[in-house]
């Protein structure tokens, strides 16, 4: 398969998805040595799961399928420019390469406007439009330092 391929099997998913109501019209796979290791499609409305969007499932599928938590020697193909939810959790799996069909102009031109989301990341968090606010920071602190001090923690 070349990239077009595995573009087409993304494209499909979000259809199938679409058309049988389990979801909005996206689809992601993840590609690792030319192969499809993982499919995703947007699960929101079905599984009531706001974080269920098809990049998220198919990473979560490629990890638990390959047996880690970075996917350092995959790439992934999304019918979509990633939302920032998604795009963080390509740069939290580590995944070096994206491929995207419809942009994030496209997606608002049809109701799915994550412009918003890219707005807030920046501002500082008593500006959001989330209200934010830092509570009991000493206490939760000691979980940090003890992670610093450990001695066989996992780093990721």
């Known amino acids: 398969m070349n990239p077009e391929d595995f573009m087409r099997e993304a494209i499909r998913l979000g259809e199938a998805t679409m058309r049988s109501n389990r979801g909005g019209p996206f689809g992601c796979v993840v590609v690792r040595r030319g192969q499809i290791v993982a499919r995703g499609e947007n699960r929101v409305t079905s599984t009531n799961d706001p974080t269920a969007h098809a990049e998220v499932t198919a990473i979560r599928e490629a990890c638990r399928s390959l047996g880690v938590f970075q996917l350092t020697d995959c790439e992934l193909y999304t019918s979509c420019e990633p939302c920032p939810m ?25 109701g799915f406007d994550d412009d918003f989301i890219y707005q807030q990341i920046p501002l500082p968090p008593q500006s959001r439009s989330i209200a934010m606010q830092p509570l009991l920071r000493d206490a939760a602190q000691a979980a940090f330092q003890e992670w610093r001090a450990k001695a066989d923690k996992v780093r990721y």
């Open 86 to 110: 998604c795009l963080a959790a390509i740069y939290w799996a580590r995944i070096p390469r994206v491929y995207y069909g419809n942009t994030r102009a496209d997606a608002a031109a049809i």
